[in-house]
Protein backbone atom coordinates (compact mmCIF):
# COMPACT_ATOMS: atom_id res chain seq x y z
CA UNK A 1 0.00 0.00 0.00
CA UNK A 2 2.77 2.23 0.73
CA UNK A 3 3.96 1.59 -2.73
CA UNK A 4 0.74 2.86 -4.48
CA UNK A 5 -0.06 6.24 -2.69
CA UNK A 6 3.93 7.29 -3.72
CA UNK A 7 2.90 6.90 -6.68
CA UNK A 8 -0.14 8.48 -6.83
CA UNK A 9 1.30 11.75 -5.27
CA UNK A 10 4.27 11.51 -7.78
CA UNK A 11 1.89 11.43 -10.62
CA UNK A 12 -0.14 14.16 -9.02
CA UNK A 13 2.53 16.47 -8.92
CA UNK A 14 4.07 15.92 -12.36
CA UNK A 15 0.39 16.25 -13.93
CA UNK A 16 0.37 19.60 -11.92
CA UNK A 17 3.51 20.80 -13.21
CA UNK A 18 2.36 19.96 -16.29
CA UNK A 19 -1.05 21.80 -16.64
CA UNK A 20 0.31 24.96 -14.95
CA UNK A 21 2.82 24.89 -17.57
CA UNK A 22 0.08 24.86 -20.03
CA UNK A 23 -1.47 27.79 -18.85
CA UNK A 24 1.24 30.18 -18.63
CA UNK A 25 2.25 29.45 -22.17
CA UNK A 26 -0.98 30.15 -23.44
CA UNK A 27 -1.73 33.22 -21.61
CA UNK A 28 1.88 34.23 -22.70
CA UNK A 29 0.20 34.23 -25.93
CA UNK A 30 -3.21 35.97 -25.51
CA UNK A 31 -1.67 38.48 -23.98
CA UNK A 32 0.67 40.05 -26.49
CA UNK A 33 2.65 43.42 -24.69
CA UNK A 34 1.24 46.54 -24.92
CA UNK A 35 3.74 49.05 -26.94
CA UNK A 36 1.30 51.99 -27.44
CA UNK A 37 -1.34 53.76 -26.61
CA UNK A 38 -4.65 52.51 -29.28
CA UNK A 39 -5.06 55.50 -31.69
CA UNK A 40 -1.87 57.72 -30.92
CA UNK A 41 0.21 59.28 -33.72
CA UNK A 42 3.87 60.14 -32.89
CA UNK A 43 7.04 60.03 -35.07
CA UNK A 44 9.20 56.74 -35.23
CA UNK A 45 12.40 57.51 -36.19
CA UNK A 46 11.84 59.45 -39.56
CA UNK A 47 8.25 57.85 -40.31
CA UNK A 48 4.80 59.11 -38.51
CA UNK A 49 2.83 56.28 -37.43
CA UNK A 50 -0.30 55.56 -35.39
CA UNK A 51 -0.59 52.76 -32.83
CA UNK A 52 -2.80 50.00 -34.12
CA UNK A 53 -5.95 49.30 -32.23
CA UNK A 54 -4.98 46.21 -29.68
CA UNK A 55 -2.10 49.00 -29.31
CA UNK A 56 0.99 45.72 -29.98
CA UNK A 57 2.64 47.65 -32.78
CA UNK A 58 2.88 50.98 -34.86
CA UNK A 59 1.75 51.00 -38.28
CA UNK A 60 3.90 53.55 -40.66
CA UNK A 61 1.21 56.33 -41.80
CA UNK A 62 3.45 58.85 -43.88
CA UNK A 63 7.46 57.62 -44.90
CA UNK A 64 10.28 60.06 -43.92
CA UNK A 65 7.47 62.64 -42.95
CA UNK A 66 8.77 66.51 -42.86
CA UNK A 67 7.31 66.49 -39.16
CA UNK A 68 9.53 64.00 -38.13
CA UNK A 69 12.72 66.17 -39.30
CA UNK A 70 15.76 66.65 -36.81
CA UNK A 71 14.91 70.10 -35.35
CA UNK A 72 17.54 72.55 -36.21
CA UNK A 73 20.70 72.78 -33.73
CA UNK A 74 20.57 75.56 -31.97
CA UNK A 75 23.39 77.19 -29.13
CA UNK A 76 23.59 78.37 -25.56
CA UNK A 77 25.45 81.17 -24.71
CA UNK A 78 26.45 81.41 -20.84
CA UNK A 79 28.24 83.33 -18.40
CA UNK A 80 29.39 85.23 -15.68
CA UNK A 81 29.39 88.90 -15.72
CA UNK A 82 31.70 90.50 -13.08
CA UNK A 83 33.47 93.72 -12.67
CA UNK A 84 37.00 94.13 -14.26
CA UNK A 85 38.90 95.88 -11.50
CA UNK A 86 36.89 94.66 -7.92
CA UNK A 87 36.31 90.89 -9.82
CA UNK A 88 32.34 91.87 -7.81
CA UNK A 89 29.91 89.65 -9.90
CA UNK A 90 27.47 92.10 -10.81
CA UNK A 91 23.41 91.58 -11.21
CA UNK A 92 20.64 92.53 -13.45
CA UNK A 93 22.78 93.27 -16.39
CA UNK A 94 21.20 93.22 -19.37
CA UNK A 95 22.66 90.63 -21.87
CA UNK A 96 21.70 90.37 -25.68
CA UNK A 97 22.48 88.22 -28.24
CA UNK A 98 20.73 88.91 -31.51
CA UNK A 99 18.06 89.83 -29.94
CA UNK A 100 17.44 86.73 -27.95
CA UNK A 101 17.92 88.08 -24.03
CA UNK A 102 18.73 87.38 -20.60
CA UNK A 103 19.49 89.32 -17.87
CA UNK A 104 22.05 88.67 -14.86
CA UNK A 105 21.05 86.90 -11.63
CA UNK A 106 22.45 88.05 -8.49
CA UNK A 107 25.43 85.55 -8.80
CA UNK A 108 26.16 87.32 -11.62
CA UNK A 109 25.28 84.51 -14.42
CA UNK A 110 23.29 84.76 -17.70
CA UNK A 111 21.70 81.93 -19.97
CA UNK A 112 20.52 82.45 -23.19
CA UNK A 113 18.96 79.12 -24.95
CA UNK A 114 17.70 77.71 -28.22
CA UNK A 115 19.99 80.60 -30.44
CA UNK A 116 19.84 79.61 -34.12
CA UNK A 117 22.84 79.17 -36.14
CA UNK A 118 24.39 82.19 -37.04
CA UNK A 119 26.75 85.06 -36.10
CA UNK A 120 26.01 87.74 -33.37
CA UNK A 121 27.27 90.67 -31.20
CA UNK A 122 26.88 90.22 -28.14
CA UNK A 123 25.66 92.93 -25.78
CA UNK A 124 26.26 93.80 -22.12
CA UNK A 125 24.07 96.60 -20.94
CA UNK A 126 24.01 98.20 -17.54
CA UNK A 127 20.34 99.46 -17.57
CA UNK A 128 20.71 101.08 -13.84
CA UNK A 129 23.38 103.00 -15.61
CA UNK A 130 26.59 101.82 -13.21
CA UNK A 131 28.80 100.36 -16.28
CA UNK A 132 29.25 101.00 -19.97
CA UNK A 133 27.56 99.23 -22.35
CA UNK A 134 30.31 96.22 -23.97
CA UNK A 135 29.84 94.69 -27.35
CA UNK A 136 32.01 91.29 -28.18
Do not use: H
Request: hydrophobic share 35%; charged share 25%.
Amino acid sequence: MKTETKKKIGIGAVVTGLVATAVAVVKAKAAPPVVCTPGREDCIGPDWCRCNPAGTKWIVVTRNATQCAAPPLTAILYGTVQDRDTGELISDILVDCGGYIDTTGMDGTYRIEEIPPGEYPVIFCDPLGRYETKEI
